[in-house]
């Protein structure tokens, strides 16, 4: 198990964690994400192909794609569905985490797709 923190290198350094999640706005200057993984596991929100090549490219661990399915978290928001997610998960070259709408039911039909695993809010608490 890891312990990543979310877009605070400071508060990482502090805490001793694993890693540091970056939103998608904060995954885009090659040198800082280089720097920062010397020191911890970086990984970072994308929300299209570009974004996930992109962040590959700026040399992360992993990406965390969404939205993959409808989501409660995101009423209303677009999800790209299981075709596009794997489209986007071949085309990006990187380790990608399915999020949005993953639950016990969606996340069969994510087993084909090429993604390295799943991330969720709340699908799979009690």
Do not use: Q, W
């Not at 990006?92 to 993953?102: H, I």
């Amino acid at each position: 198990m890891f312990f990543l923190v979310g877009a605070d290198a400071g508060l990482a350094r502090r805490l001793r964690a694993d890693g540091l999640h970056l939103p998608e706005r904060m995954a885009g200057r090659p040198g800082d994400i280089r720097a920062l993984a010397r020191r911890f596991l970086i990984t970072t929100a994308a929300h299209s192909l570009p974004a996930a090549i992109k962040a590959r490219r700026c040399g992360v661990g992993a990406v965390v794609v969404s939205m993959v399915f409808a989501s409660e978290s995101h009423p209303g928001a677009r999800a790209m569905g299981r075709l596009a997610f794997a489209s986007l998960v071949r085309s990006s070259g990187a380790a990608v985490y399915a999020l949005g709408g993953v639950n016990v039911k969606t996340a069969r039909g994510l087993r084909p797709t090429g993604a390295v695993g799943l991330a969720a809010i709340g699908a799979f608490g009690a």
